[in-house]
């Protein structure tokens, strides 16, 4: 139900943007986040975005969504090596803000591989 695309590989300082498309009435309904996974390392809150447009993400990075289109997006700047990761987006349908525990949130996406290198 939701299917993340746009990863790819990308040299370090450069940007890439990901997408999150839903096939259900996800995006205007549920908070939505990305999180990342790298090997060894748990699943960390990347960006969220509320049913009621509140945006929240870590510096270098910004989180959109178009309502009309059930898509979310992510775009990365200045990426990082240490940023290489599966980027897995994520909804979650309680009424509440965004939160960044990954257990909040009850579907998710297959997760789309970012690989920055240095």
């Known amino acids: 139900q939701l299917q993340a695309s746009g990863g790819g590989l990308v040299q370090a300082g450069g940007s890439l943007s990901v997408s999150c498309a839903a096939s259900?009435?996800?995006?205007?309904?549920?908070?939505m986040a990305w999180f990342r996974q790298s090997p060894g390392k748990e699943r960390e809150f990347v960006a969220g975005?509320?049913?009621t447009d509140t945006a929240s993400a870590k510096g270098r990075f910004q989180i959109s969504k178009d309502n009309a289109k059930n898509t979310v997006f992510l775009q990365m700047n200045s990426l990082k090596p240490e940023d290489t990761a599966v980027y897995y987006c994520a909804a979650d349908p309680q009424w509440r803000g965004v939160v960044a525990q990954a257990s909040a949130y009850k579907h998710w996406g297959q997760g789309t591989l970012v690989t920055v290198s240095s």
């Open positions: 259900g009435r996800f995006i205007g309904v549920y908070n």
């Open positions: 975005i509320s049913r």
